[in-house]
Structures are given as structure tokens and as C-alpha cells.
């Protein structure tokens, strides 16, 4: 059997197909397609876990993603476990093993329930009021004390052995929601040859239909409908369409971001499917047609199991038939909550009464009622509730007062109405309306390309619903670019116009301060705690959150805040709106880390980058170093030699002959557009449109604020056309400060921005040699000194593939960068380094690279720099522009700040012992027998021995630096004060000539 309280003939499930599952070791039959709720209900568990706060019993009060109390820890073995999962969301597979949480020993007897008898001690805000004294208490007793009791989970010790995917998707038109306004607006779009994708939350579509069986679409069954309007979607090859799939996040332009859970339902997921699919959909236009929730009634003591909202109880009998309760009453303040007596009573279950805190009810439904033989108790609420585990009786009173009656109960379903559910929409920055008729919010000012349909845009007649989100969906097409888009026809009806609708405390449950009417099931708040913090002084709705922790918990107040809401309002005197509305953040609902991460996780967390010849250079006998994500080349020492030898011999060789080096990860992009030249003019602080074609220059970029952001050489291969180059570490960052600039400030501009970086690999060759090693790979492209002078580049073929050759160099001596397609980097690399060794050039690694840019004062943006330095503190003022208009920075570079005298500028520094090497970040004083703290005019950025001046030197940030030449400084160390001059940067090769060649 699948559970005692299965009605023979009801619901959607096939009775045959049933799977096994174990809660807290007691084991259990459930159908197919069952969710946790529903099997535990079948089985006659309606208790299913423990309040946050007082550890209270709590029961299954939803069927959907807003559930507050049922959350649960599933597994399928113990590596594979996820604690707080929502039982109205998880589906029972064969095999699973289920735990109750937040309890012990167990969950029908729970120690923590001795909060609930202290809970005068636990008035909200109680926790900015204790645990302040005495002070030493904090750390040894307080925080141990609240880190142990957060949470409700225990998050599993065993790494995750499952897989999650990620998928990048682009479409004309998103539908977020699969019930009747989503399917409509989805089919028309569809129709107009729009590429569409739809997403729901449920493992089916049909939204309200799972529980509505009184609407009729076209002639169908709600649900049927749903079901054949799905089918057809789903044949169609410009539509995808996503079960079980959540829209948990809606981000700037129109950019969607889904969970898709794949195999959390199977009993033996396929080896190849990851567990989950993280989705990041572009559209250009979004349909949101997301529904409403429903409110639960705010009553003395309505958190007890077996109360649930009343379409949970409708959701449980029409779809998975399951009876929720022998003996159930209705509570409630809104129509809708009738069809669940009318279908229970139906179902032969004894509906005692309906409880309706309205005076005049809708009169259809409370016809209907009448004839059905229920009674209906109009003008009355339930007071209060009894049972500890389970709830046994309600009683209930007329309004206003006078003597309530007990009635016996083992189930109530209660309803107040109906929230819009409006948070995707406040994610995309739109602004909301307050509906003050129907006591809600509604969309009102959109910021993006999306449009609300259906009950999430206040619309509750199906026909207004279907009419509403076909036209949507049409006009969504056409607006993407559609051709022929109309609207599609449909015919809906309901059995009954629902009316009504409540926020705030109903009868009982206030003023006073004791009686607990919760709002927020989770966390424990109350009715009387919103009344406290407003008597606190909190105002702000925001505060008030805080200071009660509504809303705060893992279902982001769906239920409660509106409650919240009305109670504070009615306290302050105010209208709803004055009081306003609290944030909307992603994600809607609880996502995964898994999911988030994806593959970024063990080796793929922080991938190691190589270039295309790293394998050459290892065979090479190279050491690497990690260069942010890169591995490189850091130096190649022979046999005998440690790094410092090496080094010494790869500069030496250099400087003599010539050396070879990688360079391929320099941050390379390729700007393109007959703006282009335009558009670097405005990025970097020299010029470019006076720069020809087949020329290089070097350019700085900075910041608005005027402080260098990054450096390179820019190359001008056409005349819309330029290989600009960044630091190594820069590269992604300045491609998305380039674009950030072109998409926000400069839109009009014809540029477009493509990162290279791992498309071409670079050989630096450089030395006096450089030009004949070359030599004889180079075709079609003249490199002698007058026809290929230096910065220049040129296209044409190295080694038989294409290439850009650059004549440029980081060491000051003749050099070349060959540019050639990834795929070649390696063979390429090979046949130079043949040539180079023959002729007595060596590799030579990035510190070496390190040493020879020094010794001739080039320096290392991030290294030499340190985000506070302009490009005249850098040495650097002739690469400014005296005469462009605009550039980002030249207003920041004009501060007064940044202009006066005592700036710390970048100079040379030489040990007045040669032999001394400083080290990198060592203060420098004036005086070093000045009195501690001492007056620091700047540190060591860069510091080497160089051998080919036979010398340490050293580049330095200093207060005044340039006016400080030949001056003695100190640099304190723990074990002496080492004495230093300040020089220029230069220290060889002053005059340049030895890169002319």
C-alpha cells in the first residue's frame, strides 16, 4: 500500500509504479511521481519538523517552493546528502532515506522544545539585548553557544561526488512559469516563429490546474489542456521547454538565471546527467508569468500540523490524491478556500465546517456550500487551536466577541488570499503599484525589455488571463523581431469568481502580548513581535525585519511578509505604501552551491593556465612560476647552476647574442570598427589616430581618478583595425573595462572588442642576433633596420603560417615578437630555438625578463605601481597627450591633489655597497635615526642584481623623487640600515642606441 489516506480514484499518479523510501528509519511506500509531502501525508505524517526559535512541532503547510517548515535531510548514500530540502519540492525516488532535522532525540520528543516554555526570555530583538555581559563570556560561551545552534541542517563532511552543467542559452522570448498565462504567451510567441524558452518550477506544467479541476480551457480539463499545450511546445524546434527548472535570479539586460534540477528524482540517474543544470539565458524580451501565493490566516497558535493553506490541501486530494485529514475545517477570508471544502466533500471526506471571518462571502460559493451540506460559519474566526503534534479541535467565535465553541478537527485548511508573486519582476528593478482593493502589490514601472501576465500581474479571471498573456506573448515576438505575430485563441472558464482577501492579524490574535499568531513559521515570528519592534521605535520596515528576523528565513517571507506588512502599517498609523515593501533578492528560492559552481571546483576551481609551449620549455629543463592562473617559464638553469647562476648567464647571453623568450601570455585584444582609433583615443592618454598602419605604440590607460590602470603596446595592423596588448594579469579586466566603457559611455561609437589572448602564441626574440635568427622563417615582410625600424608590425608569414611581427622590446635591445596561431606557438618556438642555439642565443625565463627590463627602466604596471601613481609619478608624463579634450582621467589627472609638489614619483635607486641587493616593499627614510614611528617617503618596488652592470639596482617609489637625485636615502631592515642614492631608472644603455640594432 502507498498510505492509508490514498482515495481510490483520485489524483494523477499511477497506483502501480510505487518506490521506497525510509523516514528517520521508519519505511515507506510512496507512488511515482509523489513528492516527500505527499507520501508523508498518504502515510498519515503530517508532523515533519522543528521551529527554528522554539522548536516548536511544525507540519506540512504548503505543496509548493514556499514551504517553511517541512525541510528535510535527503540522501541516497552518505556522500551523497543535502539537509534543508523542501519536501513539497523533492520527489520520492526508490531507495531515498529521508531525516528529520533540528530536533533530539527526536523529532515527537525534542529537548529544544523547553525554548518554547522559556520563550518570555525570547522576545524579538532579545539578541541585541543579551549576551553582552559579561564581556570575556563572548568568546569562550556566547558565540560557541550560537554557532552550534544555527541553522536547522548539519551541510554534509564528504566531498560531493555528483556533477553539475552549466549552459549558456539565447532567445527571442522567456516564459518564467508553465501555468495557463505562461503556456499561453508561450504558444503565440511560438506560433510567430519566435526561438522561446519556458521554464517551470514543477516537475509538470500547469501551474493551478495541478489543483484547480472546475477550469475548463478549450473544451479540455485545466490540466489536460496544460498537458497537450506542453506537448506541442515541446515538438516544436523553436521551443525548449524546462520542467523542474526555477528562474531564481533576473539581472541587468534582460540576463535570467535558471536551476534546473536533472536526476533529484531518479532512483539511478544515467552516468552521463549531472545532478543539476545551472542555465544563463539571454533574452530579448522576458514573459513573466509567475502566479500568486497564497496567504495563510494569523490566528492564536496556527502553526500546528495538520494546518495547511487550502490549495496545498486541493493540491494534495485532485493530484496526488491524498486525503489530508478524516475531520477537516476550513478557516478562511477568501473564496478559493470553499473549492477546497467542495472537492474534499466530494471526495467523502467530512468537512465540518467553513470558518469565514467575511460577513458576506461570495454567493455562488456559499451556495454551493449549503448544498453540499457543509456549514459555513460567516462572521466568525478561529480563536485559537489544540493538539501538540497533530491539532485536534478548533475553536471558534462571532466576531467581536462572545463564546467560542470547540470544534473536533484533525486537519484545517485556512486562506486569506492571494499575494502576486512579484519577485522576479523587483529583481529587474521594476517598480510596484499597491493594489489597495485587493490589499496587494502589483507591477507598475518596468526597467527592462519584460512584461507580468496573469495572477503576478493582478489578473484573476482565466479568460482575462488567457486573452492577456496570448496578446503578451505576441507582442514579446514581435518586439524580438518576429514576423506575423498574433495572438492565439483560447477559450477559458471558471466554476466560481473568487472574492475576498485579508492581510494582517484576524480575530484573536491581538493586541495583546501573549497570545503567539504566527506570520513567519520558520523563524518564529509573531503577530505580537512586529507590534513590540514598532513599540522599539523601529519604523522602517526594513528595521523592523531585522529586528523580529521576519522574512529572513529560507523562504524569504512569501507567506509572512505581507502580514508583517499590514501589522506594522495598522501600528503606525500609515498606509501600507508610506510603511513601503522590503528588498527582493535572488535567489528566489534556496539554489545549491553545486549549481552556482558548477565546474569550477578541485583542479577546475582556480584553473592552471599553459601556454601552447609549455611542454617544449619543461622538456627545456624550464622552472615555472605561477604568474596569476599562468604557469611560466620562470628560469632555465643547466646542470650545476641554481637560479641566480641562471639567471646571471640568461642575462649576460642576451645582452651578448640573443635570447628567446614566451610571451604568449600577454593580455592581447583585438579592437576593430571604423570607430576604433576613436575609441582607443578615448580609453588610453596618448593618441592613436595619428598612429599608421604598420606602426606600434606604447600606451597608458588610466582610471577616471587618474592613477595608471594598465599598460602595452598597441599595434595599428589597418586603419579599423589594432592588436592592442596588456599586462598578464590585466587582460580581463581591461577588456571589460574597454567594454564597459563602449556599452555605457560611448554606445554611439562602430567598435567591436575580441579577446586574443589564447588565440595567438608569442616569441619574443631578443639580442643583437635577433634579426638573424629570424631571418630565414620570415616571408613577405622586409625587417631591415629602414624598412622595419622599430614599433613597427607587419602581416605576413613566419615558418609558413601567418603571423603579425612586431618590432618592439621589453629589454632594450633589438627585438622581435612573432605572433602566430596557437596551434603553431610550440613547432614554431622549436625551429627558432633550433636556429638560436646554433648561433649561441639561450632561453631565457621571466625573471630574467624581470632583471633586463630594469636595467633599463621599463616598468611593471602592478608591480612598480600600486594604484595611487599617475603616469608623471611613473616617469611616463610624455605618454600624456597635451592635446586631446577627453580621455577617462585627463579631469582626475587635473586634481590639485594630483599635481603638487612631494608626490611620490618612481626613480633609481643604487646601494651605495654594490654588492647589497634591497628587498622588494623595504621602507625608505631620510633619517634612520629618527625617533619611531619614522616619517617613510616611499618602499622598493623593484630590486635585482644585475650582471651587466656588475651592480645591485633598484627602482623605488619616493616622496619627491625626481627632485631628489643624488641625495643619500635608508632603508631600515631587522638587521641594518643599508645606505642608497637616488639615480634616473636607466642603468644600461643610457643613451638606447642598442635597440636600433
Known amino acids: 500500500m502507498s498510505g492509508a489516506n490514498r482515495i481510490p480514484g483520485k489524483g494523477r499518479l499511477t497506483p502501480a509504479r510505487t518506490a521506497r523510501f525510509t523516514i528517520d528509519g521508519r519505511s515507506l511506500t510512496a507512488i511515482e511521481g509523489d513528492t516527500v509531502a505527499s507520501a508523508m501525508l498518504a502515510n498519515g505524517m503530517h508532523l515533519a519538523g522543528r521551529s527554528f526559535k522554539y522548536h516548536r512541532p511544525r507540519g506540512i503547510l504548503t505543496a509548493g517552493p514556499e514551504e517553511p517548515n517541512a525541510l528535510l535531510d535527503v540522501s541516497r548514500d552518505a556522500a551523497r546528502r543535502q539537509p534543508n530540502v523542501r519536501a513539497t519540492v523533492q520527489e520520492v525516488f526508490d531507495g531515498m532515506k529521508i531525516g528529520t532535522q533540528n530536533r533530539w532525540p527526536s523529532l515527537a520528543f525534542d529537548i529544544g522544545e523547553i525554548n518554547d516554555f522559556a520563550s518570555p526570555f525570547f ?57 495557463a498565462a505562461g503556456l499561453a504567451a508561450a504558444l503565440s510567441a511560438a506560433e510567430a516563429g519566435a526561438k522561446v524558452i519556458v521554464c517551470d518550477e514543477q516537475a509538470e506544467v500547469g501551474g493551478a490546474f495541478h489543483y484547480d479541476t472546475s477550469a475548463i480551457v478549450d473544451g479540455q480539463n485545466g490540466y489536460d489542456w496544460a498537458q497537450s499545450i506542453a506537448a506541442k511546445l515541446a515538438s516544436m524546434p523553436n521551443v525548449r521547454l524546462l520542467t523542474r527548472t526555477t528562474a531564481f535570479g533576473y539581472y541587468n539586460h534582460n540576463f535570467v538565471a535558471l536551476a534546473e534540477r536533472v536526476t533529484d528524482h531518479l532512483a539511478k540517474p544515467a552516468k552521463g546527467l549531472p545532478r543539476e543544470r545551472l542555465w544563463q539565458v539571454r533574452a530579448k524580451r522576458v514573459v513573466l508569468a509567475t502566479g500568486s501565493i497564497e496567504r495563510h490566516m494569523v490566528f492564536a497558535n496556527n502553526d500546528r500540523p495538520g494546518i495547511m493553506l487550502a490549495a496545498a490541501g486541493r493540491t494534495y486530494l485532485n ?95 485556512v486562506s486569506a488570499g492571494w499575494t502576486p508573486s512579484v519577485h522576479l519582476f523587483s529583481q529587474s528593478r521594476g517598480k510596484l503599484k499597491f493594489d489597495a482593493v485587493n490589499d496587494r502589490f502589483l507591477p507598475d514601472v518596468y526597467a527592462q525589455d519584460c512584461v507580468s501576465v496573469g495572477n503576478c500581474n493582478g489578473t484573476d479571471d482565466l479568460q482575462a488571463i488567457l486573452d492577456e498573456a496570448s496578446s503578451a506573448g505576441a507582442a514579446m515576438a514581435a518586439a524580438a523581431g518576429a514576423a506575423g505575430a498574433t495572438a492565439v485563441q483560447f477559450s477559458g472558464s ?75 502599517a495598522e501600528m503606525l498609523g500609515r498606509p501600507i505604501p508610506q510603511v513601503g515593501l522590503t528588498t527582493f533578492r535572488a535567489p528566489y528560492t534556496p539554489v545549491t552551491f553545486g549549481t552556482l559552481i558548477n565546474h569550477s571546483r578541485g583542479d577546475l576551481f582556480d584553473p592552471t ?123 580581463p579586466r581591461v577588456l571589460q ?71 618592439v622590446s621589453f629589454t632594450g635591445e633589438l627585438g622581435f615578437e612573432i605572433n602566430v596561431p596557437a596551434d603553431y606557438g610550440a613547432s614554431v618556438l622549436e625551429a627558432v630555438w633550433n636556429r638560436a642555439e646554433s648561433m649561441g642565443a639561450c632561453l631565457y625565463g621571466t625573471e630574467t625578463m624581470h632583471v633586463l627590463r630594469a636595467e633599463k627602466g621599463y616598468i611593471i604596471v602592478g608591480q612598480d605601481t600600486d594604484g595611487t601613481l599617475t603616469p608623471d609619478d611613473a616617469g611616463l608624463a610624455w605618454a600624456v597627450s597635451k592635446k586631446k579634450t577627453d580621455f577617462v582621467g585627463i579631469r582626475g589627472l587635473k586634481r590639485p591633489d594630483l599635481v603638487k609638489e612631494g608626490r611620490r614619483q618612481l626613480v633609481g635607486l643604487l646601494t651605495k655597497d654594490p654588492n647589497t641587493v634591497l628587498e622588494e616593499g623595504g621602507q625608505i627614510v631620510a633619517d634612520p635615526n629618527q625617533p619611531k614611528p619614522m616619517t617613510m617617503l616611499g618602499h622598493v618596488t623593484s630590486s635585482y642584481w644585475s650582471p651587466n652592470a656588475g651592480r645591485s639596482i633598484a627602482i623605488a617609489m619616493v616622496a619627491g623623487g625626481r627632485s631628489r637625485m643624488g641625495e643619500t636615502l635608508y632603508v631600515p631592515m631587522a638587521d641594518k640600515t643599508i645606505a642608497v642614492e637616488v639615480t634616473d631608472m636607466v642603468f644600461f644603455d643610457k643613451e638606447g642606441v642598442r635597440i636600433h640594432g
Open 123 to 179: 522576545a524579538a530583538g532579545f539578541y541585541y539585548k543579551t549576551f553582552m555581559w559579561p564581556k570575556s563570556f563572548w568568546h569562550s560561551v556566547y558565540e560557541p553557544f550560537i554557532r552550534r545552534a544555527a541553522g536547522l541542517g548539519v551541510a554534509p563532511k564528504e566531498a560531493d561526488p555528483d556533477h553539475y552543467s552549466n549552459r549558456y542559452a539565447h532567445c527571442d522570448v522567456l516564459v518564467v512559469g508553465g501555468g
Open 319 to 413: 493530484h496526488f490524491g491524498v486525503a489530508v485529514g478524516a475531520k477537516v475545517g476550513v478557516y478562511t477570508a477568501h473564496d478559493s478556500a470553499y473549492e477546497a471544502a467542495f472537492d474534499l466533500k466530494r471526495a467523502g471526506v467530512s468537512v465540518v465546517a467553513i470558518v469565514d471571518c467575511r460577513e458576506k462571502p461570495g454567493e455562488k460559493v456559499l451556495a454551493e456550500a449549503r448544498s453540499l451540506g457543509i456549514d459555513v460559519l460567516v462572521g466568525h474566526g478561529v480563536v485559537d487551536t489544540a493538539g501538540r503534534l497533530r491539532i485536534k479541535s478548533m475553536s471558534v467565535r462571532r466576531n467581536g466577541g462572545g463564546a467560542s465553541r470547540k470544534i473536533e478537527v484533525d486537519a484545517l485548511l
Open 494 to 568: 471558471n466554476a466560481f469568481d473568487w472574492t475576498g482577501g485579508m492581510i494582517g492579524a484576524a480575530e484573536g490574535a491581538g493586541p495583546d502580548t501573549t497570545v503567539r499568531a504566527f506570520i513567519d513559521f520558520q523563524h518564529d515570528v509573531c503577530a505580537k513581535d512586529i507590534r513590540l519592534a514598532v513599540r522599539e521605535g523601529m519604523h522602517s520596515i526594513e528595521h523592523i525585519k531585522r529586528f523580529t528576523t521576519n522574512g529572513m528565513a529560507s523562504d524569504q517571507g512569501k507567506l509572512s511578509n505581507m502580514h508583517g506588512l499590514a501589522i506594522a
Open 609 to 731: 593556465r599553459k601556454t601552447p609551449m609549455h611542454f617544449f620549455e619543461a622538456a627545456q629543463g624550464a622552472e615555472f612560476e605561477d604568474v596569476g592562473n599562468w604557469k611560466r617559464a620562470w628560469y632555465y638553469p643547466r646542470a650545476g647552476e641554481d637560479m641566480h647562476q641562471a639567471v646571471n648567464r640568461e642575462c649576460k647571453t642576451v645582452r651578448d647574442v640573443a635570447g628567446v623568450f614566451d610571451a604568449s601570455t600577454l593580455g592581447k585584444i583585438e579592437v576593430v570598427g571604423p570607430d576604433a582609433a576613436t575609441f582607443l583615443n578615448l580609453l588610453y592618454t596618448n593618441a592613436w589616430d595619428t598612429l599608421k598602419p604598420g606602426k606600434a605604440r606604447y600606451g597608458i590607460m588610466t582610471r577616471e581618478d587618474g592613477f595608471v590602470y594598465d599598460d602595452g603596446v598597441v599595434g595599428r595592423i589597418a586603419e579599423d583595425r589594432f592588436h592592442v596588448t596588456t599586462t598578464t594579469g590585466g587582460a
Open 737 to 807: 573595462h574597454m567594454e564597459d566603457y563602449l556599452q555605457t559611455e560611448f554606445p554611439h561609437l562602430k567598435v567591436w572588442l575580441t579577446s586574443t589572448t589564447e588565440q595567438w602564441s608569442v616569441i619574443a626574440v631578443q639580442g643583437p642576433k635577433a634579426r638573424d635568427i629570424i631571418a630565414p622563417f620570415v616571408e613577405g615582410i622586409d625587417i631591415s633596420n629602414e624598412a622595419f625600424p622599430h614599433m613597427s608590425v607587419a602581416e605576413g608569414k613566419f615558418c609558413g603560417v601567418p603571423t603579425r611581427l612586431f618590432r
